[in-house]
């Protein structure tokens, strides 16, 4: 099973407050990580936007001061509501590379 198909079963399956680790390492944007880790990365941050897992990092013990993350998605207990409706996020605008 691939990552990303890994992780929307458990995204389907998974039991709230349950985590799933997506990626392991010191930067998920350094060059030489895997297109199927970034995809996978990319289906965590659409789930956050959409308000079914939080979004951590947490630092992997006994590798010093400056260790590596593990990076964790946490499954939500319930979705997001806003004056009693649920939460739906709306991206505006062109984003940081139209920016002058």
Known sequence: MSDSSSFEHWLNTAKPGSSYPYFSGHNLGDNGVAPETLHTASLAKRAFADGKVEL???????????????????KEERTPQANGEPWVPRIIGPGKGHRS
């Open 56 to 74: 951590v990092q947490r630092r992997i013990t006994g590798e010093g001061k400056w260790g590596p993350f593990s990076y964790l998605a946490i």
